[in-house]
């Protein structure tokens, strides 16, 4: 411990001004005009995982961004953790709500504020610079395979086929993965459940065209009107979703599961202040821990349809549109979801429109093991670095590929994230404390060496 603190305060400065680089790629892997930045994105890791000693360095191409693999071997009979990121990052928008630009990474009262500082680069980079404090110090105790994709805000497709095709080169015995959320550094936490997801698209036309609202207003259906109620007919009065079968595969908790979940420090004034809410929603009978963790949801992430420009136009619109997702929990699975979301979509919609739904990505909910080696390795890192043990909790976000590496690979993951659920993910003025950024790095290498002290 003394020797990891040493070497992380020798290079502090390096290893922030190493992140900040890394930060300032525009890796947007939702809209192509990012391309080119996206694969000088994939360069940068990988030349940092070569200078920080790992062999074997590629950046495989796939058919979409490349996927960055690199690997330490140091004795075969050794355990291996997979270690699992993400370089890429989310669209900035809306822009003209950031305080300081997306990607020229800024502190302010200790936070690092870019797109992608917590969700993935800063956590990719804590692996990177541990991995690189374990080969400098020679103190590496197992073997470590980095795979780090550009796909994961798009649904990881490619990453799905690479794993397939690449089993061999994939197997370890544990998947390490830094990209969720701790309750905070006084409440040191590990995930152990991750959400599925189901997303999909629904377009609702009426007339063939647009029309003068007050000519036509009164005699055809406004598709926008129309979606509206279809929209809002999906949860009831206690917010309960209304598809037939769709809480048909939810495993319910048992009350000492949702006691411990409940256990985990929770203060809802602090959280609707932090929101800028007065009350909080939700499905009736569960808290709110237990709603963004065990619950299954479904949102509406966009709509539109009709004139959303300056002023006013007095149309009534040939179509409207939402982009809506499901949140899933064991044992629902996301093609089913999205079979039983369109059924009852098609048949709520009356005779006066015309009603399309187009399915996007989707992904598997898990839960991690709780009682495995590499679980008390985690609880033990962190328990030596924070000086508490942590707290078990379930997020409420998805990584669709962990349910992949389980399926595929049979390894099972862990869930080591040092972000918070307040980074503002996917928002305006995304921040990760830089404080949460030197804890991952000296809380790594303990992972790795309770992991090889225990598999023994
Ligand atoms: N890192 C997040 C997921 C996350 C965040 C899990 C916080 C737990 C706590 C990941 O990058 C992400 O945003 N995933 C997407 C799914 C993907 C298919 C676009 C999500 O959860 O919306
Ligand atoms: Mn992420
Ligand atoms: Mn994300």
Same mark, same amino acid.
């Given at each position: 411990m003394q020797e990891i603190k040493k070497y992380v305060d020798a290079n502090k400065q390096r290893f922030l001004d190493e992140l900040f680089e890394l930060l300032r790629f525009p890796s947007v892997s939702a809209d192509p005009k990012y391309k080119d930045d996206v694969l000088k994105t994939a360069d940068y890791v990988a030349e940092k995982l070569k200078e920080a000693g790992a062999d074997k360095v590629e950046v495989c191409q796939t058919a979409g961004y490349p996927i960055v693999y690199a690997e330490k071997i140091i004795d075969p009979s050794k355990p291996t $953790?997979?270690?699992?990121?993400?370089?890429?990052?989310?669209?900035? =928008?809306?822009?003209?709500?950031?305080?300081?630009?997306?990607?020229?990474? +800024?502190?302010?009262?200790?936070?690092?504020?870019?797109?992608?500082?917590? =969700?993935?680069? @800063?956590? *990719?980079?804590?692996? *990177?610079?541990?991995?690189?404090?374990?080969?400098? +110090?020679? /103190?590496?105790?197992?073997?470590?395979?980095?795979? %780090?994709?550009?796909?994961?805000?798009?649904?990881?497709?490619?990453? @799905?086929?690479?794993?397939?095709?690449?089993?061999?080169?994939?197997?370890?015995? $544990?998947?390490? !993965?830094?990209? /969720?959320?701790? !309750?905070?550094?006084?409440?040191?936490?590990?995930? /152990?459940?991750?959400? @599925?997801?189901?997303?999909?698209? $629904?377009?609702? +036309?009426?007339?063939?065209? =647009?029309?003068?609202?007050?000519?036509?207003?009164?005699? *055809?259906?406004?598709?926008? +009107?129309?979606?509206?109620?279809? %929209?809002?007919?999906?949860?009831?009065?206690?917010?309960? %979703?209304?598809?037939? @079968?769709?809480? =048909?595969?939810?495993?319910?908790?048992t009350q000492e599961e949702r006691d411990a979940l409940n256990m985990a420090p929770f203060v809802e004034e602090e959280y609707k202040e932090d929101l800028g809410v007065t009350e909080l929603w939700g499905e009736k009978g569960y808290t709110t821990l237990e709603r963004t963790g065990t619950r299954p949801t479904l949102e509406v992430n966009g709509i539109w349809g009709g004139y959303i420009g300056e002023g006013a136009k007095t149309v009534l619109p040939s179509k409207a549109n939402a982009k809506i997702s499901m949140r899933l929990v064991p044992n629902q699975q996301s093609d089913k979801i999205t079979k039983l979301f369109t059924e009852h979509f098609e048949k709520i919609a009356p005779k006066y429109v015309k009603v399309k739904v187009t399915p996007h990505h989707g992904g598997e909910p898990v839960v991690t093991p709780t009682d495995s080696v590499a679980y008390r390795a985690a609880q033990k890192a962190i328990a030596d670095s924070f000086g508490k043990d942590p707290i078990p909790t379930r997020g409420g976000g998805s990584i669709p590929i962990v349910a992949l590496f389980e399926k595929e690979l049979g390894i099972k993951t862990v869930l080591m994230g040092f972000g918070l659920d307040s980074d503002n993910l996917h928002s305006p003025n995304e921040k990760y404390d830089i404080a949460n950024f030197y804890k991952g790095i000296e809380t790594i290498p303990l992972f790795h060496k309770y992991f090889a002290e225990l598999s023994k």
């Open positions: $953790v997979l270690v699992y990121g993400h370089y890429d990052v989310q669209p900035p =928008d809306p822009l003209e709500l950031w305080k300081t630009p997306p990607f020229e990474p +800024t502190i302010r009262d200790g936070k690092i504020y870019a797109r992608g500082a917590c =969700d993935d680069k @800063g956590q *990719v980079y804590m692996h *990177v610079k541990a991995f690189e404090l374990m080969m400098k +110090t020679n /103190t590496l105790p197992c073997n470590v395979k980095f795979m %780090i994709e550009g796909e994961e805000e798009v649904g990881s497709n490619n990453l @799905g086929i690479f794993v397939k095709e690449n089993k061999e080169r994939l197997q370890a015995d $544990v998947v390490l !993965i830094s990209d /969720t959320s701790m !309750i905070s550094l006084e409440n040191p936490s590990l995930e /152990t459940g991750l959400r @599925g997801l189901s997303y999909l698209e $629904v377009e609702v +036309t009426g007339p063939n065209r =647009d029309l003068h609202s007050g000519v036509y207003g009164g005699a *055809v259906a406004n598709p926008a +009107t129309i979606l509206a109620k279809l %929209i809002a007919s999906l949860h009831d009065e206690n917010n309960h %979703i209304q598809i037939p @079968g769709f809480y =048909d595969d939810v495993l319910a908790l």
